[in-house]
């Protein structure tokens, strides 16, 4: 799962409407909420491309082949407490609420954070689906090469930018 920069405008409207339209939580602008759940994952995206060149150091540092960057990301990201892969959604949701309690926007809210969550959840995997998409069809395209050869990468890369470009992905 991956969230994509061109998918959080219309995440943070699905997510503000599923919200405050089932009263979890009260507001006078639903926009400014969703400027402030675009805010929380925005600032995802910023941590996320950290954690990824941290990884990309660590393997550099260590001489570990690219096999390994799975294993350096999620090291990395759990030394920093984020969210990534399956832990995202949660992440993500959780991050979400604590803004709505933090928020000079969110009048109060009403409902538990499980409510919330489940109602979250569902949004964000179906905009974060799209990578598993677009990885199948960058693959699809560059099946004549071998996979985790600096070639692949290169051109795995070059492809999945094509790709985003053409979705408006970002």
Do not use: C
């Not at 600032?43 to 491309?49: F, P, S």
């Not at 082949?65 to 984020?82: C, I, N």
């Not at 492809?159 to 992905?169: N, S």
């Amino acid at each position: 799962m991956r969230l994509f920069q061109g998918k959080i405008p219309i995440i943070a409207k699905d997510i503000a409407t599923a919200v405050v339209s089932a009263g979890d939580i009260e507001t006078d602008s639903a926009a400014e909420v969703e400027l402030d759940i675009e805010a929380v994952l925005k600032e995802y995206l910023r941590v996320e491309r950290e954690i990824t060149e941290r990884a990309k150091d660590m393997l550099e540092k260590r001489q570990l082949p690219y096999s390994q960057f799975g294993k350096a990301r999620k090291a990395v990201a759990d030394e920093r407490g984020v969210g990534v892969g399956e832990d995202v959604i949660e992440y993500l949701a959780n991050q979400i609420i604590g803004s709505f309690m933090h928020s000079v926007h969110v009048e109060e809210v009403f409902s538990p954070d499980e409510t919330m969550r489940a109602k979250m959840a569902p949004i964000l995997r179906k905009h974060m689906a799209v990578d598993e998409e677009v990885d199948a069809e960058v693959r699809t395209k560059i099946k004549n090469l071998e996979e985790g050869t600096r070639t692949w990468e290169i051109e795995y890369q070059r492809v999945m930018e094509q790709i985003k470009r053409r979705r408006g992905l970002e």
